[in-house]
């Protein structure tokens, strides 16, 4: 049982980037889907999520427009789309999942029980 993912890379200002959460043993669409990023040695930024149930996703002011979180149930994948890159996203991203009761998703990291290892991306010119 473990999320992969992937899809880090550099690059440009105003340039889009597309990360995969592949999750393996377990079905994803039972799930919740957060997406972070570490920000300091101890601290991980939240910045997007979909729920189980329907789909839903909510997402902080600091990318909301310029991020979007997609779900392929028979790929057993979770996508995060960085739309319009700029510098300060520059982070490891990390996907985790969870199961709630109202099928919603959460922004805070200590409520997802499981995690993938963070792939790096470098937005520069």
């Known amino acids: 049982v473990q999320l992969q993912a992937s899809g880090g890379g550099l690059v440009q200002p105003g340039g889009s980037l597309r990360l995969s959460c592949e999750a393996s043993g377990f079905p994803l669409y039972y799930y919740s889907i957060g997406w972070f990023r570490q920000i300091s040695d101890n601290e991980r930024a939240w910045v997007g999520c979909i729920g189980s149930l329907n789909g839903t996703q909510r997402y902080p002011d600091a990318v909301k427009g310029r991020f979007a979180i997609s779900k392929d149930n028979p790929r057993n994948t979770v996508y995060l789309q960085l739309k319009i890159a700029e510098p300060e996203d520059t982070a490891v991203y990390f996907c985790?999942?969870?199961?709630?009761?109202?099928?919603?998703?959460?922004?805070?990291?200590?409520?997802?029980?499981?995690w993938g290892q963070g792939t790096l991306v470098t937005v520069s010119s």
């Open positions: 985790a999942a969870a199961s709630f009761v109202d099928g919603l998703c959460r922004s805070r990291d200590s409520e997802y029980e499981m």
